[in-house]
Nanobody, 118 residues
Framework: VQLQASGGGLVQPGGSLRLSCAAS????????MGWYRQAPGKQRELVAT???????NYADSVKGRFTISRDNAKNTVYLQMNSLNSEDTAVYYC?????????????WGQGTQVTVSS
Protein backbone atom coordinates (compact mmCIF):
# COMPACT_ATOMS: atom_id res chain seq x y z
CA VAL A 1 0.00 0.00 0.00
CA GLN A 2 1.37 3.38 -0.98
CA LEU A 3 0.51 6.66 0.67
CA GLN A 4 0.83 9.91 -1.25
CA ALA A 5 0.84 13.04 0.88
CA SER A 6 0.40 16.56 -0.41
CA GLY A 7 -0.52 20.05 0.69
CA GLY A 8 2.53 21.23 2.58
CA GLY A 9 4.20 24.55 2.03
CA LEU A 10 5.21 27.88 3.50
CA VAL A 11 2.64 29.77 5.52
CA GLN A 12 2.72 32.82 7.77
CA PRO A 13 2.03 32.54 11.50
CA GLY A 14 -1.69 32.42 12.08
CA GLY A 15 -2.32 30.94 8.67
CA SER A 16 -3.85 27.66 7.56
CA LEU A 17 -2.94 24.65 5.47
CA ARG A 18 -4.73 21.47 4.51
CA LEU A 19 -2.80 18.25 4.08
CA SER A 20 -4.11 15.27 2.14
CA CYS A 21 -2.93 11.68 2.01
CA ALA A 22 -4.34 9.12 -0.39
CA ALA A 23 -3.83 5.38 -0.06
CA SER A 24 -3.52 3.11 -3.07
CA UNK A 25 -2.70 -0.52 -3.70
CA UNK A 26 -4.08 -3.86 -2.59
CA UNK A 27 -5.85 -3.98 0.75
CA UNK A 28 -9.11 -5.20 2.20
CA UNK A 29 -9.65 -2.28 4.51
CA UNK A 30 -8.01 0.73 6.05
CA UNK A 31 -8.13 0.96 9.80
CA UNK A 32 -6.52 3.79 11.72
CA MET A 33 -5.09 6.61 9.62
CA GLY A 34 -3.05 9.38 11.08
CA TRP A 35 -0.59 12.21 10.82
CA TYR A 36 2.77 12.46 12.51
CA ARG A 37 5.43 15.14 12.31
CA GLN A 38 9.14 15.45 12.84
CA ALA A 39 10.86 18.74 13.45
CA PRO A 40 14.64 19.16 12.97
CA GLY A 41 16.52 17.55 15.82
CA LYS A 42 13.39 16.06 17.35
CA GLN A 43 11.73 12.68 17.35
CA ARG A 44 8.71 11.94 15.23
CA GLU A 45 5.54 12.63 17.17
CA LEU A 46 1.87 11.88 16.78
CA VAL A 47 -0.31 14.74 15.60
CA ALA A 48 -3.71 13.13 15.12
CA THR A 49 -5.35 9.83 14.28
CA UNK A 50 -8.77 8.78 13.05
CA UNK A 51 -10.41 5.39 13.01
CA UNK A 52 -12.51 3.98 10.20
CA UNK A 53 -15.69 5.01 12.01
CA UNK A 54 -14.46 8.55 12.63
CA UNK A 55 -13.16 8.51 16.17
CA UNK A 56 -10.33 10.99 16.54
CA ASN A 57 -7.35 11.55 18.80
CA TYR A 58 -5.14 14.62 18.93
CA ALA A 59 -1.87 15.67 20.49
CA ASP A 60 -2.45 18.27 23.18
CA SER A 61 -0.36 20.79 21.25
CA VAL A 62 -2.77 20.82 18.30
CA LYS A 63 -6.14 20.40 19.99
CA GLY A 64 -8.55 23.10 18.93
CA ARG A 65 -6.38 24.12 15.97
CA PHE A 66 -6.08 21.00 13.82
CA THR A 67 -8.87 18.78 12.51
CA ILE A 68 -8.35 15.31 11.07
CA SER A 69 -10.94 13.79 8.77
CA ARG A 70 -11.16 11.03 6.20
CA ASP A 71 -13.08 10.08 3.11
CA ASN A 72 -13.39 6.31 3.15
CA ALA A 73 -14.69 6.23 -0.42
CA LYS A 74 -11.50 7.93 -1.58
CA ASN A 75 -9.16 6.17 0.88
CA THR A 76 -7.93 9.61 1.86
CA VAL A 77 -7.15 11.27 5.16
CA TYR A 78 -6.97 15.04 5.63
CA LEU A 79 -5.45 17.36 8.19
CA GLN A 80 -6.84 20.89 8.39
CA MET A 81 -4.35 23.04 10.24
CA ASN A 82 -5.40 26.46 11.51
CA SER A 83 -3.69 29.08 13.66
CA LEU A 84 -0.30 27.76 12.69
CA ASN A 85 2.77 28.88 14.60
CA SER A 86 6.49 28.34 14.27
CA GLU A 87 6.39 25.28 16.51
CA ASP A 88 4.27 23.53 13.88
CA THR A 89 7.17 23.65 11.41
CA ALA A 90 8.08 20.07 10.59
CA VAL A 91 7.89 17.34 8.01
CA TYR A 92 4.43 15.82 8.25
CA TYR A 93 3.97 12.12 7.55
CA CYS A 94 0.77 10.19 7.10
CA UNK A 95 0.41 6.63 8.27
CA UNK A 96 -2.22 4.02 7.62
CA UNK A 97 -2.92 0.67 9.23
CA UNK A 98 -4.38 -1.63 6.61
CA UNK A 99 -5.55 -5.20 6.34
CA UNK A 100 -5.36 -7.75 3.58
CA UNK A 101 -6.82 -11.19 4.27
CA UNK A 102 -5.84 -11.86 7.91
CA UNK A 103 -2.71 -9.72 7.91
CA UNK A 104 -2.55 -6.24 9.41
CA UNK A 105 0.26 -3.98 8.30
CA UNK A 106 1.09 -0.29 8.17
CA UNK A 107 2.51 2.10 5.62
CA TRP A 108 4.02 5.56 5.80
CA GLY A 109 3.80 8.37 3.31
CA GLN A 110 6.84 10.18 1.99
CA GLY A 111 6.40 13.30 4.11
CA THR A 112 5.44 16.82 3.23
CA GLN A 113 7.21 19.90 4.57
CA VAL A 114 5.25 22.50 6.50
CA THR A 115 7.10 25.71 7.28
CA VAL A 116 5.52 28.45 9.36
CA SER A 117 7.46 31.66 9.03
CA SER A 118 6.96 35.34 8.37
Amino acid sequence: VQLQASGGGLVQPGGSLRLSCAASGRFSSLAIMGWYRQAPGKQRELVATITSDGSTNYADSVKGRFTISRDNAKNTVYLQMNSLNSEDTAVYYCKADWQIYLTVRNSWGQGTQVTVSS
